[in-house]
């Protein structure tokens, strides 16, 4: 297995375009997790999924955002109607559910200009 | 509400010396903690982790040590290598492991 990945790994929009992301985590792990992350920040909490079933989510998330993970296997996260505040790098982490080490994607970092 | 915080944003260790790198947390709830660390352009790689009913845990050149009554953890890095030279950040979680708070992280130089 080569890991969790992200496509793209990098986005430039421009404000008030719809932006979607994915996130392919390791194969046998059924907990994936999304996190933003600006610049001398640590990672910050958006979702949470367990298999297919979206079970957190942070009260901070704009109705904005919105995260699938259709058949507990990929993930795509979507930012509708973007915002110079959505630039950020976007993480994705998975893990097994009798484990709490997460394992981080590259990122995908989204510039809004 | 930052219910993980790391206070000293960076640190310059001597290669070969100690690197001890701290956390404090605002949440008696916590049940986990992890240790990440974080190359540029790159996402976090975990690194070691304690359970809240231990109070130390060792890999390698590693140690995480945690005083659940001062609600403070703290990494140890013996000895030191330039390798090691990253942004380190702590996460804490409840037991059910749904949500991780990270800290704002500590920048670690070390000095060949």
């Not at chain 1, 097994?96 to 809004?112: D, K, M, N």
């Not at chain 2, 605002?26 to 975990?46: C, I, Q, R, V």
Request: include cysteine.
């Amino acid at each position: 297995d080569t890991g969790v990945s992200q496509d793209p790994r990098h986005k430039i929009t421009k404000r008030g375009q719809n932006v979607t992301f994915r996130c392919d985590p390791i194969s046998e792990h059924n907990r994936l997790y999304w996190y933003r992350q600006t610049l001398g920040q640590g990672p910050e909490f958006l979702t949470y999924f367990q298999n297919e079933a979206q079970l957190e989510k942070s009260r901070l998330l704009s109705d904005r955002f919105s995260a699938e993970r259709p058949k507990g296997s990929f993930s795509t996260l979507e930012i509708q109607r973007t915002e110079q505040g959505d630039s950020a790098m976007y993480l994705c982490a998975s893990s097994q559910t009798i484990f709490y080490e997460q394992y981080f994607g590259p990122g995908t970092r989204l510039t809004v200009t | 509400d930052q219910q993980v915080k790391q206070n000293s944003p960076s640190l310059s260790v001597q290669e070969g010396r100690i690197s001890i790198l701290n956390c404090d947390y605002t949440n008696s709830m916590f049940d986990y903690f992890l240790w990440y660390k974080k190359y540029p352009a790159e996402g976090p790689t975990f690194l070691i982790s304690i359970s809240s009913i231990k109070d130390k845990n060792e890999d390698g050149r590693f140690t995480v040590f945690l005083n659940k009554s001062a609600k403070h953890l703290s990494l140890h890095i013996v000895p030191s290598q330039p390798g090691d030279s990253a942004v380190y950040f702590c996460a804490g979680t409840l037991i059910t492991g749904n949500q991780f708070y990270f800290g704002t992280g500590t920048s670690l130089t070390v000095i060949p």
